[in-house]
């Protein structure tokens, strides 16, 4: 499951206020490398909830090798205007951190309840049990 | 305009056969009829064996083939771990046999025999007849509800310039195989699948601009509640596509289907880990209840007719007879419902529908 899945997960679990966005326990990550498609790249900034990015990011960076490198601390990445004119560097930091990165084995908690939902071979499994319907 | 005469008639000599192979396997098979596995990953499994968890366990499995032999309509938890289960088990044949895409073909020209690309054209099609793309603007965000192995949200993407696809299956088997075809087929930045339940879609309200649900609206035991997902999920503006099986429209003053009727749907149910069916007009109701704006419905059952002889052709070779041998009973017996399908169709019972409409702009 990579950060870019995990910015649009959420924990639906009955009578939960929020549910968003869910944190990382991370037991296994890994990281790979895939060339900058920056035109895709840019095409898809606006829809990302930044905030959320950017706390993910820094809730797996330690378990990552190397360790990631910073993104922005804020964004407003629905100007499609100034993410045009965002430098290279921070392009690929921002690539990497939606694509590159993989959780394997570990938990998406639910900031409001605490409820887990398993990630196993890179898969979040967000059904929810017969009590939380 | 439709065509009148859209029935579809299989040789007496192959429906013979397939029953007698269907039979065979399933004696063949019987054992492995009594012990469907839940795959649900959240509850652990009980622990083995004492003798009274044998004759509890004994006791089930008999309860499961009488329920079985009596076409009882299915419990909803029954259905959620069984959908999954069925489709753990069955997958694997089919892609083997029929490719990537888990649903209807195309049949314009009636005796195209290229089925796969039939397949590919059903989504096309689909597409072009919900009118996405006519206003020049393409979809960005897409969820594939009740995604299979991601046959369309790849196809999707790679459609659309810069569109990314979420895909949902109840299935662990099917998300798996779905991230992995996306990663061979250099999609996987495109498109991700994830195990969730279609009635409790694990995304935040108003976000994809086009709502994708092919083929998966028959697995869901609360209609209403499989449209407000939809409808909550989608974005202010968005469009909503539902191609479905449905039986036919009530006529005015008709309460319910008749009973031969019933009893054809009540055995397809048991075979696919369906609910009750209902009709495209109560999806159409069910939709503007929901407030759903620009509603609109086809019936193309006669374009898609030809696909259930095909799937039955495909299935009466060595390959598919074995795949079939070593998914299981549920699976054979999955095979053995499509001559039901196929009845259902020429009974006018079952329809293929086609549904969409928009979300409210803000």
């Known amino acids: 499951m990579r950060l870019l899945t995990h910015n649009f997960l959420r924990s639906n679990v009955k009578g939960t206020e929020n549910g968003y966005p869910l944190n990382i326990e991370v037991t296994t990550i ?10 895709f790249l840019l095409n898809l900034l606006p829809k990302v909830n930044y905030p ?82 | 305009a439709a065509r009148t005469s859209d029935t579809l008639k299989l040789k007496p000599t192959m429906k013979l056969s397939l029953v007698l192979a269907a039979l ?5 098979a019987s054992t492995q009829a009594f012990s469907p596995r839940p795959t649900s990953t959240s509850s652990p499994a009980p622990l083995a064996a004492s003798s ?3 004759l509890h ?27 999954a289960f069925f489709y753990d088990r069955s997958s694997k044949l089919w892609e083997d046999v029929w490719g990537e895409h888990m649903h209807h073909g195309y049949y314009i020209p009636e005796d195209r025999t290229d089925h796969v690309q039939a397949q590919i054209d059903l989504i096309d099609e689909v597409l072009k007849w919900a009118g996405v793309g006519d206003d020049g603007k393409t979809p960005k965000k897409v969820v594939d509800v009740g995604c299979g192995i991601g046959g369309s949200s790849r196809h999707i993407v790679r459609k659309y310039e810069g569109a990314t696809a979420n895909g949902i299956t109840l299935s662990p088997y099917q998300a798996q195989r779905g991230n992995e075809l996306a990663k061979e087929q250099g999609l996987e930045d495109r498109a991700s699948f994830q195990v969730a339940d279609a009635l409790n879609q694990p995304f ?50 008709e309460p319910c289907l008749s009973t031969k009727e019933e009893k054809i749907l009540a055995k ?51 390959k598919s007879l074995v795949g079939l041998l070593k998914s299981g009973f549920s699976t054979i017996r999955g095979a053995y419902a499509m001559l039901l399908m196929l009845k259902g169709f020429n009974a006018g019972v079952i329809k293929f529908g086609l549904i969409t409409c928009t979300k409210k702009d803000e």
């Open chain 1, 30 to 39: 890994n990281c790979e490398d895939s060339p900058l498609d920056k035109s």
């Open chain 1, 52 to 133: 959320a990015l950017r706390t993910a990011v820094q809730q797996i960076s330690q378990h990552c090798v190397p360790p990631l490198k910073e993104i922005p601390e804020q964004l407003d990445v629905s100007d499609k205007e100034s993410n045009q004119n965002l430098d290279h560097e921070t392009l690929k930091n921002l690539h990497r951190v939606l694509f590159d990165v993989y959780l394997i084995e570990g938990w998406l908690v639910c900031p409001d309840t605490g409820r887990k939902f398993p990630v196993k071979d890179g898969i979040p499994n967000m059904i929810l049990h017969e009590d939380e319907i």
């Open chain 2, 24 to 28: 065979l396997l399933g004696n063949f």
């Open chain 2, 52 to 54: 009274s968890t044998a």
């Open chain 2, 57 to 83: 366990g004994i006791r089930s499995a008999v309860a499961r083939a009488r329920d079985s032999l009596l076409s009882r309509e299915r419990t909803d938890e029954d259905l959620k771990s069984g959908i």
């Open chain 2, 204 to 253: 935040p309200s108003n976000t994809f601009d086009l709502v994708w649900s092919l083929e998966s609206g028959e697995h869901m035991p609360d209609k209403q509640k499989f449209v407000n997902e939809l409808l909550r999920v989608a974005a202010p503006g968005g469009r909503i596509i539902i191609v479905t099986w449905c039986h036919r429209d009530l006529l005015p003053g």
């Open chain 2, 268 to 318: 397809i149910n048991r075979a696919y880990y369906l609910p009750k069916w209902c009709s495209v007009a109560d999806y159409v109701s069910l939709l503007e209840k929901a407030g759903a704006e620009n509603i609109k419905r086809e019936d193309w059952s006669y374009i898609i007719a030809p696909f259930w002889k095909a799937v039955i052709k495909s299935s009466l070779n060595l």
